[in-house]
């Protein structure tokens, strides 16, 4: 007796997988999720955080909401502002000077 099959594949076995299509969509949306972070990178100005060099970067500078991220050693670390101005009592120890190339030197005042 002979067994009659229903279904005759003419092609080869991957053409019946029907995970073999997910696979696909699985690797073209982790090339998406790459791009994405890519872009963000550029877009927001950090791309020095792609080197191996140290580096420093301000954003908001003077505002209530400033943050400093600093990576040395290809550690990162953020440091964020309080969200009110320094309170309590104190006094003026001294003057900064920030010089043409960017120095800043630092002259202690005179104690009474």
């Known amino acids: ?16 997988d029907p995970m073999g299509s997910l696979v696909n969509l699985f690797d073209v949306a982790m090339v998406f999720a790459v791009a994405l972070m890519v872009a963000f ?8 955080f792609l080197t191996a060099e140290d580096a ?5 500078a003077g505002q209530k909401d400033m943050e400093i991220i600093v990576k040395k050693n290809n550690k990162i670390t953020r440091y964020k502002s309080e969200k009110s101005s320094g309170s309590g009592k104190g ?7 920030q010089l043409e190339n960017g120095e800043v030197i630092y002259v202690p005042e005179e104690t009474k």
Do not use: C, P, W
């Open 1 to 16: 007796m002979k067994h009659r099959y229903r279904y005759r594949s003419s092609g080869s076995s991957e053409d019946l």
């Open 41 to 48: 990178v550029i877009q927001s100005r950090m791309t020095e």
């Open 56 to 60: 420093t970067f301000v954003k908001n």
């Open 91 to 97: 006094r003026r120890v001294g003057i900064a000077y």
